[in-house]
């Protein structure tokens, strides 16, 4: 009866061990489950990210583009000023030489 008690406890073991490696099984499978589903929504956070830095970057860029064109403006509306004003004393120049035309 000894020798009985030996297997069961052997074939105990072995069924434990089963159960053990089946347990080990499942726990990884949800490990990688787990794993994969953190990728994704990293991956979904990176694109994101990555759309909120370039509209914050157009914004940044935009900002410098309207600042330059409006230095560009003031600058050519200078220049414009000035050649009216030049224009004007010329005529204003030639009308006074000539006061009877």
């Not at 159960?19 to 990293?42: F, G, I, S, T, Y």
Request: proline content about 1%; cysteine-free; glycine content about 2%.
């Amino acid at each position: 009866m000894a020798k009985k008690g030996k297997k069961e406890n052997g074939v105990k073991t072995e069924a434990q061990l089963l159960k053990d490696e089946e347990v080990r099984r499942k726990l990884l499978e949800e490990m990688k489950a787990n794993a994969k589903e953190k990728q994704l929504n990293e991956e979904k956070n990176s694109k994101l990210n990555n759309l909120k830095i370039q509209a914050r970057w157009r914004e940044i860029m935009k900002t410098v583009r309207v600042k330059e064109l409006k230095d560009q403006v003031k600058a050519l509306h200078q220049i414009y000023d000035h050649r009216m004003d030049r224009k004007q004393a010329a005529t204003a120049l030639l009308e006074w030489r000539s006061p009877g035309s």
